[in-house]
């Protein structure tokens, strides 16, 4: 069964860092991409990076540019977000999710939310003023 199981958020004050993982099961990285999404209450999905194993492409949303990491460990199976510099508008749920296809990451990626398989249910980040 694949599982992707989120976790790192929390409440921390603007200007602050968190580091999210996305612990899978039931499959490995390889040849797959990642894509991290999040949902503020009342807001429509977004995507904010994707990373490929299968041609080591990275894209991140132009808002989180310079703030957000992607990175994985595939001997944990596992990606990480860092998020740096946070700030209120980055209060969401973040999610990740898998493409088996595997990528590569552009726009599209974070746009396309059919080419993901399966979802993680989320961990909350809270950015306080």
């Known amino acids: 069964e694949v599982q992707l199981v989120e976790s790192g958020g929390g409440l921390v004050q603007t200007g602050g860092s968190l580091r999210l993982s996305c612990a899978a099961s039931?499959?490995?990285?390889?040849?797959?991409?990642i894509g991290w999404f999040r949902q503020a209450p009342g807001k429509e999905r977004e995507g904010v990076s994707c990373i490929s194993d299968r041609d080591g492409t990275t894209y991140y949303e132009d808002s989180v540019k310079g703030r957000f990491t992607i990175s994985t460990d595939n001997a944990k199976n596992t990606v990480y977000l860092q998020i740096d510099s946070l700030k209120p508008e980055d209060t969401a749920v973040y999610s990740c999710?898998?493409?088996?296809?595997?990528?590569?990451?552009?726009?599209?990626?974070?746009?396309?939310?059919?080419?993901?398989?399966?979802w993680g249910q989320g961990t909350q980040v809270t950015v306080s003023t």
């Open positions: 039931g499959f490995t990285f390889d040849d797959v991409a």
């Open positions: 999710a898998v493409d088996s296809y595997g990528g590569p990451c552009t726009g599209i990626s974070l746009v396309d939310f059919d080419l993901y398989d399966y």
